[in-house]
């Protein structure tokens, strides 16, 4: 896969990216920007297909209106829309 920016999510922002009931977020707590998770090897995963593998990347995704997920192929909707 094409590099793609990722932050590791650590222990300690836990919830920052899981609900109570532990499934990963779709967006963020602030600002409810949509967020897509990344696991080496698999690529990008939305956040409903980041349950079944455990991925230790997150990011949001600003402006990408083209990202999928690459398990389901959902397509992972981007902050700003379609960029011109
Ligand atoms: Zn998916």
């Known amino acids: ?3 793609v920016d990722k932050y590791k999510i650590s222990e300690h922002d836990y919830y920052a990216f899981r609900l109570a009931s532990g499934q990963y977020r779709a967006q963020t707590i602030v600002g409810d ?6 696991k080496p090897y698999l690529g990008i995963l939305c956040n409903l297909c ?4 455990d991925v230790q990347f997150v990011n949001i995704n600003y402006g ?3 990202l999928q997920c690459g398990c389901c192929k959902a397509s992972i909707p981007s902050a700003l829309g379609a960029q011109e």
């Open 33 to 38: 920007y949509p967020l897509f998770y990344v």
């Open 64 to 66: 990408n209106d083209q």
């Open 50 to 53: 980041a349950a079944n593998h």
């Open 1 to 3: 896969m094409k590099y």
